[in-house]
Protein backbone atom coordinates (compact mmCIF):
# COMPACT_ATOMS: atom_id res chain seq x y z
CA UNK A 1 0.00 0.00 0.00
CA UNK A 2 1.09 3.32 -0.98
CA UNK A 3 2.15 5.45 2.13
CA UNK A 4 0.35 8.42 3.21
CA UNK A 5 3.71 10.57 2.95
CA UNK A 6 4.34 9.21 -0.83
CA UNK A 7 0.82 10.57 -1.74
CA UNK A 8 1.43 13.85 -0.34
CA UNK A 9 4.48 14.45 -2.08
CA UNK A 10 2.48 13.68 -5.18
CA UNK A 11 -0.49 15.71 -4.82
CA UNK A 12 1.93 18.62 -3.65
CA UNK A 13 4.29 17.86 -7.03
CA UNK A 14 0.98 17.56 -8.34
CA UNK A 15 -0.09 21.52 -7.79
CA UNK A 16 3.11 22.76 -8.54
CA UNK A 17 2.96 21.45 -11.84
CA UNK A 18 -0.74 22.94 -12.24
CA UNK A 19 0.64 26.14 -10.52
CA UNK A 20 3.35 25.81 -13.07
CA UNK A 21 1.44 24.76 -16.07
CA UNK A 22 -1.19 27.78 -15.12
CA UNK A 23 1.67 30.32 -15.18
CA UNK A 24 2.79 29.11 -18.56
CA UNK A 25 -0.26 29.85 -20.19
CA UNK A 26 -0.82 33.11 -18.47
CA UNK A 27 2.46 34.53 -19.06
CA UNK A 28 2.08 33.32 -22.75
CA UNK A 29 -0.90 35.76 -22.49
CA UNK A 30 0.55 38.46 -21.34
CA UNK A 31 3.54 38.31 -23.87
CA UNK A 32 1.06 37.67 -27.03
CA UNK A 33 -1.10 40.48 -26.03
CA UNK A 34 0.74 43.10 -24.32
CA UNK A 35 4.15 42.53 -26.67
CA UNK A 36 2.97 41.03 -29.93
CA UNK A 37 -0.10 42.65 -30.30
CA UNK A 38 -3.32 39.48 -29.72
CA UNK A 39 -4.79 37.43 -32.45
CA UNK A 40 -6.25 37.38 -35.50
CA UNK A 41 -6.66 34.85 -38.57
CA UNK A 42 -5.53 35.10 -42.03
CA UNK A 43 -6.74 38.64 -42.74
CA UNK A 44 -3.50 39.72 -40.50
CA UNK A 45 -0.89 36.94 -40.90
CA UNK A 46 1.39 38.44 -38.95
CA UNK A 47 -1.22 38.31 -35.86
CA UNK A 48 -2.44 34.39 -37.08
CA UNK A 49 0.99 33.59 -35.66
CA UNK A 50 0.62 34.59 -32.33
CA UNK A 51 -2.02 31.16 -31.86
CA UNK A 52 0.76 29.27 -32.99
CA UNK A 53 2.75 29.74 -29.66
CA UNK A 54 -0.40 29.73 -27.77
CA UNK A 55 -1.93 26.46 -29.01
CA UNK A 56 1.28 24.60 -29.07
CA UNK A 57 2.19 25.07 -26.09
CA UNK A 58 -1.68 24.47 -24.28
CA UNK A 59 -1.68 21.11 -26.57
CA UNK A 60 1.64 19.36 -26.56
CA UNK A 61 3.06 20.61 -22.85
CA UNK A 62 -0.13 21.20 -20.64
CA UNK A 63 -3.07 18.88 -22.09
CA UNK A 64 -0.41 16.10 -23.26
CA UNK A 65 1.49 16.77 -20.09
CA UNK A 66 -1.77 16.31 -17.52
CA UNK A 67 -3.29 13.58 -19.88
CA UNK A 68 -0.23 11.47 -19.09
CA UNK A 69 -0.62 12.29 -15.17
CA UNK A 70 -4.34 11.50 -15.18
CA UNK A 71 -3.73 7.59 -14.70
CA UNK A 72 -1.59 8.62 -11.74
CA UNK A 73 -3.87 10.97 -10.40
CA UNK A 74 -6.89 9.07 -10.48
CA UNK A 75 -4.89 5.68 -10.00
CA UNK A 76 -7.58 4.25 -7.76
CA UNK A 77 -10.21 4.31 -10.67
CA UNK A 78 -12.03 2.07 -13.25
CA UNK A 79 -9.46 1.62 -16.26
CA UNK A 80 -12.17 2.18 -18.56
CA UNK A 81 -12.73 5.27 -17.67
CA UNK A 82 -9.15 6.65 -17.21
CA UNK A 83 -8.73 5.44 -20.85
CA UNK A 84 -10.99 7.40 -21.87
CA UNK A 85 -10.23 10.44 -20.33
CA UNK A 86 -6.93 10.20 -21.20
CA UNK A 87 -7.79 9.72 -25.04
CA UNK A 88 -10.19 12.72 -25.27
CA UNK A 89 -7.69 14.65 -23.75
CA UNK A 90 -4.89 13.70 -26.33
CA UNK A 91 -7.77 14.68 -28.47
CA UNK A 92 -7.62 17.52 -27.71
CA UNK A 93 -3.96 18.17 -27.48
CA UNK A 94 -4.04 17.04 -30.69
CA UNK A 95 -6.46 19.69 -32.23
CA UNK A 96 -4.82 22.50 -30.58
CA UNK A 97 -1.36 20.95 -32.76
CA UNK A 98 -2.94 21.07 -36.27
CA UNK A 99 -4.67 24.52 -35.55
CA UNK A 100 -1.18 25.82 -34.27
CA UNK A 101 0.10 24.61 -36.94
CA UNK A 102 -2.18 26.15 -39.35
CA UNK A 103 -1.16 29.26 -38.09
CA UNK A 104 1.89 29.09 -38.64
CA UNK A 105 1.86 27.94 -42.33
CA UNK A 106 -0.18 30.78 -43.48
CA UNK A 107 2.37 33.17 -41.35
CA UNK A 108 4.65 32.19 -44.24
CA UNK A 109 2.85 31.01 -46.91
CA UNK A 110 0.60 34.20 -47.37
CA UNK A 111 3.35 36.54 -46.80
CA UNK A 112 4.17 38.88 -49.27
CA UNK A 113 6.94 37.16 -50.29
CA UNK A 114 6.30 33.97 -48.52
CA UNK A 115 8.79 32.69 -46.40
CA UNK A 116 10.14 29.10 -46.12
CA UNK A 117 8.63 26.47 -44.23
CA UNK A 118 10.30 23.83 -42.10
CA UNK A 119 14.04 25.23 -42.20
CA UNK A 120 14.81 26.01 -38.90
CA UNK A 121 15.55 22.83 -36.20
CA UNK A 122 12.62 23.93 -34.07
CA UNK A 123 10.67 23.23 -37.22
CA UNK A 124 12.47 20.05 -37.50
CA UNK A 125 11.94 18.90 -33.65
CA UNK A 126 8.72 20.38 -33.57
CA UNK A 127 7.06 18.73 -36.43
CA UNK A 128 8.86 15.24 -35.16
CA UNK A 129 7.24 15.64 -32.34
CA UNK A 130 3.52 16.33 -34.22
CA UNK A 131 3.98 13.28 -36.21
CA UNK A 132 4.82 10.49 -33.31
CA UNK A 133 2.32 12.31 -31.03
CA UNK A 134 -0.17 11.32 -33.91
CA UNK A 135 1.38 7.88 -34.30
CA UNK A 136 1.12 7.74 -30.45
CA UNK A 137 -2.44 8.52 -30.77
CA UNK A 138 -3.48 6.27 -33.23
CA UNK A 139 -1.43 3.07 -32.03
CA UNK A 140 -2.70 4.00 -28.52
CA UNK A 141 -6.29 3.86 -29.70
CA UNK A 142 -6.35 0.68 -31.68
CA UNK A 143 -3.89 -0.94 -28.91
CA UNK A 144 -6.24 -0.46 -25.62
CA UNK A 145 -9.89 1.27 -26.90
CA UNK A 146 -10.20 -0.68 -30.28
CA UNK A 147 -11.98 -3.83 -29.70
CA UNK A 148 -10.71 -7.31 -30.18
CA UNK A 149 -7.82 -7.01 -29.88
CA UNK A 150 -5.67 -10.04 -27.38
CA UNK A 151 -4.78 -9.27 -23.90
CA UNK A 152 -0.92 -10.83 -24.48
CA UNK A 153 -0.68 -8.01 -27.10
CA UNK A 154 -1.83 -5.23 -25.07
CA UNK A 155 0.84 -6.56 -22.51
CA UNK A 156 4.05 -6.28 -24.90
CA UNK A 157 2.41 -2.53 -26.24
CA UNK A 158 2.18 -1.20 -22.95
CA UNK A 159 5.55 -0.19 -22.06
CA UNK A 160 6.29 0.47 -25.84
CA UNK A 161 3.27 3.13 -25.06
CA UNK A 162 4.93 4.63 -22.45
CA UNK A 163 8.29 5.17 -23.10
CA UNK A 164 7.43 6.92 -26.16
CA UNK A 165 4.62 8.58 -24.31
CA UNK A 166 7.28 10.18 -21.79
CA UNK A 167 9.78 10.86 -24.68
CA UNK A 168 6.96 12.75 -27.03
CA UNK A 169 6.64 14.63 -24.34
CA UNK A 170 10.14 15.72 -23.66
CA UNK A 171 10.29 16.25 -27.59
CA UNK A 172 8.31 18.87 -27.52
CA UNK A 173 9.54 20.63 -24.67
CA UNK A 174 12.68 20.82 -26.11
CA UNK A 175 10.65 22.07 -29.11
CA UNK A 176 9.11 24.64 -26.89
CA UNK A 177 12.08 26.37 -26.12
CA UNK A 178 13.51 26.27 -29.57
CA UNK A 179 11.04 28.32 -30.85
CA UNK A 180 10.93 30.96 -27.96
CA UNK A 181 14.99 31.36 -28.43
CA UNK A 182 14.28 31.21 -32.34
CA UNK A 183 11.04 33.85 -31.85
CA UNK A 184 13.49 35.79 -29.54
CA UNK A 185 16.65 36.30 -31.52
CA UNK A 186 14.36 36.92 -34.74
CA UNK A 187 12.18 39.70 -33.15
CA UNK A 188 14.43 41.31 -30.79
CA UNK A 189 17.34 41.48 -32.50
CA UNK A 190 20.80 42.96 -30.38
CA UNK A 191 17.48 44.24 -28.18
CA UNK A 192 17.18 40.58 -26.49
CA UNK A 193 19.50 41.45 -23.59
CA UNK A 194 18.16 44.28 -22.28
CA UNK A 195 14.43 44.40 -23.35
CA UNK A 196 11.76 43.55 -21.28
CA UNK A 197 9.99 41.08 -23.51
CA UNK A 198 13.22 39.10 -23.87
CA UNK A 199 13.11 38.80 -19.58
CA UNK A 200 9.48 37.84 -20.38
CA UNK A 201 9.98 35.33 -22.63
CA UNK A 202 13.01 33.44 -20.76
CA UNK A 203 10.65 33.53 -18.07
CA UNK A 204 7.89 31.56 -19.56
CA UNK A 205 10.60 29.19 -21.22
CA UNK A 206 11.95 28.41 -17.07
CA UNK A 207 8.30 28.13 -16.89
CA UNK A 208 7.85 25.27 -19.35
CA UNK A 209 10.91 23.89 -18.25
CA UNK A 210 10.06 23.48 -14.46
CA UNK A 211 6.36 22.04 -16.11
CA UNK A 212 8.57 19.26 -17.74
CA UNK A 213 10.80 17.99 -14.52
CA UNK A 214 7.20 17.79 -12.35
CA UNK A 215 5.96 16.32 -15.05
CA UNK A 216 8.26 13.79 -15.98
CA UNK A 217 8.78 13.03 -12.38
CA UNK A 218 4.83 12.24 -11.44
CA UNK A 219 4.80 9.92 -14.52
CA UNK A 220 7.97 7.87 -13.73
CA UNK A 221 7.96 7.03 -9.95
CA UNK A 222 7.24 3.57 -9.72
CA UNK A 223 5.56 4.24 -6.40
CA UNK A 224 2.84 6.33 -7.93
CA UNK A 225 1.77 3.84 -10.79
CA UNK A 226 -1.59 3.11 -10.96
CA UNK A 227 -3.71 0.51 -8.78
CA UNK A 228 -5.22 -2.29 -10.59
CA UNK A 229 -9.18 -2.69 -9.09
CA UNK A 230 -11.09 -5.78 -8.94
CA UNK A 231 -13.37 -3.81 -11.80
CA UNK A 232 -10.55 -3.92 -14.06
CA UNK A 233 -11.13 -7.99 -14.34
CA UNK A 234 -14.16 -8.21 -13.62
CA UNK A 235 -15.83 -5.49 -16.49
CA UNK A 236 -12.34 -5.36 -18.72
CA UNK A 237 -10.94 -8.56 -18.49
CA UNK A 238 -7.49 -6.15 -18.02
CA UNK A 239 -4.81 -6.40 -15.48
CA UNK A 240 -2.46 -3.75 -17.41
CA UNK A 241 -1.59 -0.91 -14.91
CA UNK A 242 0.22 1.98 -15.96
Known sequence: MESIGSTRLFLFLYCLSCLSALTIVVLLGV?????????????????EFNWHPLLMTLGLIVLYGNGMVVYRLMRYQRKKKLKLIHASMMILAFIFAVIG?????????????????LYSLHSWVGITAVILFSMQWIFGFTSFLFPGVTQPLRVAYLPIHVYFGVAIFILATAASLMGLLEKAIFSLKDNYSTSSEGILMNCI???IVIFGFLTTMLVTKP?????VVPEDELLLGDRLSE
Open 31 to 47: WLVSFRGGFAWQSDIAH
Open 101 to 117: LKAVFDSHNLKDPPVPN
Open 205 to 207: GMM
Open 223 to 227: QWRRQ
